[in-house]
């Protein structure tokens, strides 16, 4: 019997981007979005296009790109939300609305502040609203896993009338258990009488690390579409993970009763890219995606393995594109060779003098280091990529003296609104030394977060890529740096956070507005 197929619908751009810190720029987003794209994503949710002009802008440019994914942007009921996230939507080739509103009585009462008669009428004038602009229209009650069944029966049964074609039950605080869950969303889906004419979606968060087996539940009880994000990036401790909901209905094809039409060998890629341009490692041993998700280190796991693959391999590492970071280009490649590079992975430089300073950059690491691999050319990329932001403070030169017995001391060189500047200041360890060098020129009043370095590839020759949070006056924002000097990949990402403080992009935030 063909089995029933199931929606992929990624939110890496949207809810992804509400872990503090991980805020994309509109190229950024553009990125992702075209490796989503080429993997085969069913629907991207490429922002919440209220939230700021910048959101609006990433989901428009997002929506310009994308022809074979639907591309979707969040709204909360009021109108003037929905009216923004359909014009930015304009130029897609299928666009999809996705309102919502909480139904819980928790959210009701305290957030909303609204008589459930109220939130009601206000779901059913929002999709009515959207489905005039657009004809793709998804409603999600929020806090549906702590919402009352009669009353979800009742909204959805209404909102479905209104035109809304997705209906989707959002375990937003992570608070559901998997058979209670699934359960919950059957028991749905029999209670509303014209429940057939929507698809039902899943939106499960991670708080009790419970987010892939709630919405595997939900899939088996008859949900037909799941939310999730690369790397299970998301709000708090994030949302499902897409590699592993995939992989599981792949793997366990003898229990799922459906299957997924993405292309497993472009997740390990995206993930990387995700990883990268958020600034947020993936843990080693994450299933799928981590470093170790394939390495057999035990003797006796090594020769099974050996003997027969299957003895301790469920999938094969090629599957999920591990293969794919094989060596790429050298300090003798072309320029053709790495302009096509580029594009297998999604980057296309839409100028000549662009892609002449990508080029340049190229040749600059390819004389540092031998070998190029995807993941340094998605690096490189992330210093090139051009932005709308202006940027105030960029990288010289530094040089950073360690020596046993004495402080270490750096001697620092930046731009800063394009007048040259230096300073040197000692420090604990050569990398405090230049940051309190930067601070120097600065005075910025940030706090620093967090600091973490990460080998980008293998050997001592790779790439560290740096990742600084800082904090001023609430905003969070994750700057990233990449050299095979990590004292200069360490002040590349410092200088990067502090131009996203300066650019100081003010972003309404969703869920904690009320409406
Ligand atoms: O977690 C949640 O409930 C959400 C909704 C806005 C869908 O992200
Ligand atoms: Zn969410």
Not at 226 to 232: K, Q, R, Y
Not at 478 to 492: E, H, L, P
Not at 505 to 514: C, N, S
Request: glycine share 8%; hydrophobic share 45%; with cysteine.
């Amino acid at each position: 019997m063909a089995k029933d197929r199931l929606i992929i619908f990624d939110t890496t751009l949207r809810d992804g981007e509400q872990s503090p810190g991980a805020s994309m720029t509109r190229d950024e987003k553009v990125r992702i979005a075209k490796m989503l794209e080429k993997m085969g994503v069913d629907v991207i949710e490429a922002g919440f296009a209220i939230a700021s002009i910048g959101d609006f802008e990433s989901v428009r440019a997002v929506a310009e790109t994308v022809q074979n994914s639907i591309v979707c942007s969040l709204a909360r009921t009021g109108a003037e939300d929905i009216d923004r996230a359909a014009e930015a939507l304009k130029p897609a080739a299928a666009g999809r609305i996705h309102t919502f509103i909480a139904t819980s009585p928790i959210h009701m009462e305290y957030k909303l502040r609204m008589a459930p008669d109220n939130v009601l009428e206000r779901a059913v004038a929002a999709v009515k609203h959207a489905r005039n602009l657009i004809g793709d229209v998804e409603f999600s009650c929020e806090d549906a896993s702590r919402s009352e069944y009669d009353f979800m029966c009742r909204i959805i049964e209404q909102v479905i009338n209104a035109g809304a074609r997705t209906i989707n039950l959002p375990d937003t605080v992570g608070y559901g258990e998997p058979g209670e869950y699934g359960a919950m969303v059957a028991r749905i889906m029999n209670g509303v009488p014209n429940a057939d004419k929507a698809i039902f979606s899943v939106h499960c968060h991670n708080d009790l690390g419970l987010a892939v087996a709630n919405s595997l539940s939900a899939v088996m009880h008859g949900a037909r579409q799941v939310e999730c994000t690369i790397n299970g990036l998301g709000e708090r401790a994030g949302n499902a993970s897409l590699e592993e909901l995939v992989m599981a209905i792949r793997t366990r094809s003898d229990i799922f009763p459906v299957e997924v039409s993405v292309d497993a060998t472009q997740i390990v890629p995206t993930s990387r890219l995700v990883s990268s341009i958020t600034g947020f490692p993936v843990q080693p041993n994450k299933a799928i995606v981590g470093a170790n998700a394939f390495a057999h280190e035990s003797g006796i796991h090594q020769d099974g393995v050996l003997k027969y693959r299957e003895t301790y391999e469920i999938m094969r590492a090629e599957d999920v594109g591990w293969n794919a970071n094989k060596l790429v280009l050298g300090k003798h490649s072309g320029r053709a060779a790495f302009k096509a590079r580029l594009a297998d992975l999604g980057i296309t430089l839409d100028n000549q003098a662009a892609l002449n300073l990508a080029f340049t950059r190229f040749k600059e690491l390819a004389d540092k280091k031998h070998e190029i691999f995807d993941e340094d050319l998605q690096a490189l990329m992330n210093d090139v990529q051009p932005d709308d932001l202006e940027l105030r403070y960029s990288y010289v030169a530094l040089e950073a003296v360690s020596r046993s017995g004495f402080k270490p001391r750096a001697d620092i060189q930046l731009l800063i609104d394009g007048q040259a500047q230096q300073a040197a200041a000692e420090g604990d360890g050569p990398v405090d030394a230049a940051f309190k060098a930067v601070e120097l020129l600065v005075n910025s009043g940030a706090n620093l977060l967090l600091y973490s370095v990460n080998a980008i590839t293998e050997g001592t020759d790779s790439q560290g890529e740096v990742q600084v949070r800082l904090e001023k006056n609430g905003s969070i924002v994750n700057g990233n740096g990449a050299d095979t000097d990590i004292i200069v990949a360490s002040v590349k990402a410092y200088l990067d956070a502090l131009n996203l403080l300066d650019a100081g992009v003010l972003k309404a935030h969703p869920q904690h507005e009320g409406v």
